[in-house]
Nanobody, 126 residues
């Protein structure tokens, strides 16, 4: 069973950068996909970025393309989200997620993931 722990959130000014990390434990060797989602109070959790853990294919929401980069370090069992050129509208709680299922059509959807971290707050001031 997977356990995911995010870190690296915080407060940054618009235009700045942050890197989120997600340390994974458990059956990490058999993950098919991992992803990052974000959520504002009272809003649906939305997809940010995803990665095929073995093949390296990446997926991004249009709103973050060109600014965010998802990557993974197999040796450290850690997922990263490098966030550059941050905007106030990027403010949210960010969650990492993992799935053992090979369902690429679900990589951008919350129902595609069975394991979630506790979330990390990112606040971008204007």
């Amino acid at each position: 069973q997977a356990q995911l722990v995010e870190s690296g959130g915080g407060l940054v000014q618009a235009g700045g950068s942050l890197r989120l990390s997600c340390a994974a434990s458990g059956r990490t060797f058999s993950y098919y996909y991992m992803g990052w989602f974000r959520q504002l109070p009272g809003k649906e959790r939305e997809f940010v970025a995803g990665i095929s853990w073995s093949g390296g294919s990446t997926y991004y929401a249009d709103s973050v393309k060109g600014r965010f980069t998802i990557s993974g370090d197999n040796a450290k069992n850690t997922l990263y989200l490098q966030m550059n050129s941050l905007k106030p509208e990027d403010t949210a709680v960010y969650y990492c997620a993992a799935t053992y299922r090979n369902r690429p059509e679900l990589v951008t959807q919350t129902k595609g993931y069975g394991y979630w971290g506790q979330g990390s707050q990112v606040t971008v001031s204007s």
